[in-house]
């Protein structure tokens, strides 16, 4: 890494990776990897979003692992810096899944969560 790079927004699992590639190849239509980023939402102010991404939209951080690209929206970064996408199924539930140190708190149901930005972003 050069003086000017910076390190990846997020680390992704191989699981993520692997069903990212997964859903990629199911799409309905032409899609260049995966979207991730936040929405105000919940009792507790955010809730993460995952999409699919026709395009690389303007000022995206680009994660590729494995050959799949994650694009990480701009407006996410600060409260996405240091985490980890992770996908996971269990008996009753299957997602993906953040740990994410800037999460200050969680609602009861755990559809949303409270953060603090990064100071490194």
Not at 10 to 16: F, L, R
């Amino acid at each position: 890494m050069t003086a000017l790079e910076r390190p990846a927004p997020i680390t992704v699992t191989d699981a993520a990776v692997a069903r990212a590639a997964y859903l990629i190849g199911k799409a309905e239509h032409p899609v260049v990897g995966i979207r991730v980023g936040i929405e105000s939402k919940g009792c507790s102010g955010f809730a993460y979003k995952i999409e699919y991404a026709e395009e690389q939209g303007k000022f995206e951080d680009v994660v590729e692992e494995q050959g799949v690209k994650f694009f990480i929206d701009p407006m996410a970064v600060m409260y996405l810096l240091g985490s980890e996408l992770d996908y996971q199924e269990t008996k009753m539930e299957s997602g993906f899944v953040f740990t994410n140190p800037n999460e200050t708190g969680r609602c009861g149901c755990g559809e949303s969560f409270s953060a603090v930005p990064s100071e490194e972003a």
